[in-house]
């Protein structure tokens, strides 16, 4: 499981969402709602839906139990669904 996520933080070229192409510079974060990588105005979109907060919740404590990381872990794959990265 770890080693699926692991693979969906590398260097994905475009939006999951919107389609737009993503530079080795931009930043990317991951939906809380399917994991996969998106732009970061995809992202801010994301947070205004009104189950965000909920479906947050359950996202963090399911991660937390796939992956056996500790919350916060900069390695950690639950940390990039809320902080962006790069490449
Ligand atoms: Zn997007």
Known sequence: MADEWQEQLTCATRCSRCDKNMGADDQRILSVYDHQPICMDCKSQEEHRPDYEKVTK????????DTEV????PQGFCYHHFYPYKC
Do not use: F, V
């Open 58 to 65: 359950e996202m963090i404590g399911q991660c937390l139990i």
């Open 70 to 73: 500790k919350w916060g872990d």
